[in-house]
């Protein structure tokens, strides 16, 4: 049976490994094993039904020693404060890495929204703003889009702190819609960052991008996006996707038989949580399997784009010996018994806070967007985008290379490496 995951143990198992390379002082070491921070409230929340409902809200600031924090808020059933800890920490991991002058934090709700009406969803919004207010802020600490959470949300959430602040400020939470202090290009940021960290990994294996097949599993934000990049960029091919389906309580893998999915057709099919119409999907020919059939295909690359732990000591064995990239879309989905098994079996991996900063980059360039009033077009933050991942990914590779460590490893040693030596600068270090 596959071990539960705990996120916070899984971040900070691989964080220790890494600390131990780098010969970190101990009490270095220990001051980033954890989260700076940690704050837990309860959200009072009116029903449609005239009933309260009491909800928990958290927000967990890791490490701001290279600027202020930065970290998504997410909205999902199964919320614990572990999670947001592991999800702070690789935060401050990601933007060191894409070499974004950010902070490491994260927020959320143990809610699921999808059982909310849209005023509850405001109320909630506006609620975790009015408990939090005091400790985020455009150079504090900004909040974005997660799991569970969209750009309405966030602008719910712009306004709550602008009325508490009085005056307009945009650049509290990125994520916002365009129109209403949004960047163009946020929405497709993270999975056309992963396709520009899978595009340099074929370069640097030598494959070809239109002889390569993708599996992917989830098709929410990162996967729509990651899908339609592979095909209308890279022009390679997708053999399925997956989801979680809300209406028969567990995940398909939706396949194409020819491994041709149209990413677009399907986005036109799928609800706002990443669920998507199987039956409108059969009548266009495609084949729904079990949940899990996405990670057994017979493709060049794996692309984990939904929750934690989906890479498992059990799962790993599934992966068809074709497999020569996983590119991590989601946040922790592998394991640290399946890295053991992707190491010997000399897969390429893409770590998942290299492999999904595009989000966090394009959230930082709406905050600067916000700071300056002046706006971007599509075409520039998406090339500024692409210009900052290609870097990440060389920055990682030369390390794996000179190192011959495994790319996390090497992801982990560029970040920590940065993380440690702003502390330092900042007089962190030398303790009287
Ligand atoms: P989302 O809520 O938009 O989509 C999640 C998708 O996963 C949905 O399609 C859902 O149906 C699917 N899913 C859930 N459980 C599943 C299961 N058991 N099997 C198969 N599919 C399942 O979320 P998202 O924003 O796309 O985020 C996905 C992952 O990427 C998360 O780990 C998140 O932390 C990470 N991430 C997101 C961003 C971003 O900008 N959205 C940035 C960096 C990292």
Same mark, same amino acid.
């Given at each position: 049976?596959?071990?539960?995951?705990?996120?916070?143990?899984?971040?900070?198992?691989?964080?220790?490994?890494?600390?131990?390379?780098?010969?970190?002082?101990?009490?270095?070491?220990?001051?980033?094993?954890?989260?700076?921070?940690?704050?837990?409230?309860?959200?009072?929340?009116?029903?449609?039904?005239?009933?309260?409902?009491?909800?928990?809200?958290?927000?967990?600031?890791?490490?701001?020693?290279?600027?202020?924090?930065?970290?998504?808020?997410?909205?999902?059933?199964?919320?614990?404060?572990?999670?947001?800890?592991?999800?702070?920490?690789?935060?401050?991991?990601?933007?060191?890495?894409?070499?974004?002058?950010?902070?490491?934090?994260?927020?959320?709700?143990?809610?699921?929204?999808?059982?909310?009406?849209?005023?509850?969803?405001?109320?909630?919004?506006?609620?975790?703003?009015?408990?939090?207010?005091?400790?985020?802020?455009?150079?504090?600490?900004?909040?974005?889009?997660?799991?569970?959470?969209?750009?309405?949300?966030?602008?719910?959430?712009?306004?709550?702190?602008?009325?508490?602040?009085?005056?307009?400020?945009?650049?509290?939470?990125?994520?916002?819609?365009?129109?209403?202090?949004? %960047?163009?290009?946020?929405?497709?940021?993270?999975?056309?960052?992963?396709?520009? @960290?899978?595009? *340099? $990994?074929?370069?640097? +294996? #030598?494959?070809?991008?239109?002889?390569?097949?993708?599996?992917?599993?989830?098709?929410?934000?990162?996967?729509?996006?990651?899908?339609?990049?592979?095909?209308?960029?890279?022009?390679?091919?997708?053999?399925?996707?997956?989801?979680?389906?809300?209406?028969?309580?567990?995940?398909?893998?939706?396949?194409?038989?020819?491994?041709?999915?149209?990413?677009?057709?399907?986005?036109?099919?799928?609800?706002?949580?990443?669920?998507?119409?199987?039956?409108?999907?059969?009548?266009?020919?495609?084949?729904?399997?079990?949940?899990?059939?996405?990670?057994?295909?017979?493709?060049?690359?794996?692309?984990?784009?939904?929750?934690?732990?989906?890479?498992?000591?059990?799962?790993?064995?599934?992966? %068809?010996?074709?497999?020569?990239?996983?590119?991590?879309?989601?946040?922790?989905? @592998?394991?640290? *018994? $399946?890295?053991?098994? +992707? #190491?010997?079996?000399?897969?390429?991996?893409?770590?998942?806070?290299?492999?999904?900063?595009?989000?966090?980059?394009?959230?930082?360039?709406?905050?600067?967007?916000?700071?300056?009033?002046?706006?971007?077009?599509?075409?520039?933050?998406?090339?500024?985008?692409?210009?900052?991942?290609?870097?990440?990914?060389?920055?990682?590779?030369?390390?794996?290379?000179?190192?011959?460590?495994?790319?996390?490893?090497?992801?982990?040693?560029?970040?920590?490496?940065?993380?440690?030596?702003?502390?330092?600068?900042?007089?962190?270090?030398?303790?009287?």
């Amino acid at each position: 049976m596959t071990k539960p995951i705990n996120a916070f143990k899984m971040a900070q198992g691989q964080f220790d490994h890494v600390a131990e390379l780098l010969d970190l002082e101990p009490y270095v070491a220990k001051m980033l094993r954890e989260p700076q921070r940690e704050y837990k409230c309860q959200i009072p929340v009116r029903m449609h039904d005239n009933t309260i409902q009491v909800f928990y809200g958290y927000r967990v600031q890791h490490n701001d020693a290279r600027g202020p924090l930065k970290g998504g808020i997410r909205f999902h059933p199964s919320e614990t404060l572990d999670t947001i800890r592991a999800l702070s920490m690789w935060m401050t991991w990601k933007c060191a890495v894409a070499d974004i002058p950010l902070g490491g934090s994260k927020g959320g709700v143990a809610v699921d929204p999808a059982t909310l009406t849209e005023s509850e969803k405001e109320r909630l919004c506006r609620g975790w703003i009015d408990k939090f207010w005091n400790v985020i802020g455009p150079h504090q600490d900004v909040p974005a889009p997660d799991v569970g959470t969209n750009p309405q949300m966030m602008g719910w959430m712009m306004d709550e702190y602008s009325k508490i602040a009085r005056e307009y400020t945009p650049g509290v939470i990125t994520g916002k819609p365009v129109g209403g202090g949004g %960047s163009l290009g946020r929405t497709e940021a993270t999975g056309f960052g992963v396709i520009y @960290t899978v595009r *340099e $990994a074929l370069k640097h +294996l #030598k494959m070809d991008p239109e002889k390569t097949t993708v599996a992917i599993q989830g098709f929410g934000n990162v996967a729509q996006y990651a899908a339609i990049g592979f095909v209308e960029q890279l022009k390679g091919k997708v053999a399925c996707v997956s989801c979680w389906d809300r209406k028969d309580k567990q995940a398909h893998t939706i396949s194409h038989p020819q491994n041709n999915v149209d990413p677009r057709f399907l986005q036109s099919i799928t609800d706002q949580y990443g669920t998507i119409d199987k039956d409108k999907a059969i009548q266009a020919g495609y084949i729904i399997e079990d949940g899990d059939a996405w990670i057994s295909k017979d493709v060049d690359i794996l692309i984990p784009a939904a929750l934690e732990g989906q890479v498992n000591d059990q799962t790993v064995q599934k992966i %068809s010996d074709r497999v020569k990239i996983i590119a991590e879309g989601a946040n922790g989905p @592998t394991t640290p *018994e $399946a890295d053991e098994v +992707l #190491k010997r079996n000399n897969i390429f991996l893409i770590p998942d806070f290299l492999c999904n900063a595009g989000g966090v980059t394009v959230s930082y360039f709406e905050s600067v967007q916000n700071n300056m009033n002046y706006y971007w077009t599509r075409d520039e933050v998406l090339s500024r985008l692409n210009q900052k991942m290609t870097q990440a990914f060389k920055s990682v590779l030369q390390l794996t290379e000179q190192e011959k460590v495994y790319t996390r490893d090497a992801a982990y040693m560029v970040a920590i490496g940065r993380v440690v030596k702003a502390m330092e600068l900042r007089g962190w270090l030398y303790i009287p």
